[in-house]
């Protein structure tokens, strides 16, 4: 996109294409490129908030097992850290 504001820039420089043609095709062809930066931040912003609720949710269940580790309510609470992760994958998606 970056290429085609040079092209259109030296289109005018050249008098191919008219000064108040020219300007209003750079203005939309910036805005349409400022719009696709946003886009791309917002989805990495977003990825690495599933990224940290998922490593929190990992953390928490780990340390939760490893306390209740060889005690008689280790299998049920395995069995129930599996669902909230089933829970929070689907969620996710």
Wanted: aromatic share 2%; net charge negative.
């Amino acid at each position: 996109m970056q290429v085609d504001i040079s092209k259109l820039r030296e289109a005018i420089d050249l008098g191919v294409v008219k000064q108040d043609m020219g300007a209003a095709r750079i203005s939309m062809l910036q805005k349409e490129l400022r719009a696709h930066i946003k886009q791309l931040a917002d989805e990495k912003h977003l990825t690495d908030r599933q990224g940290l609720i998922l490593a929190g949710a990992d953390r928490a269940l780990r340390e939760i097992l490893l306390i209740f580790r060889d005690d008689p309510i280790e299998g049920p609470l395995q069995e129930a850290s599996m669902g909230v992760w089933t829970k929070i994958l689907q969620e996710e998606s």
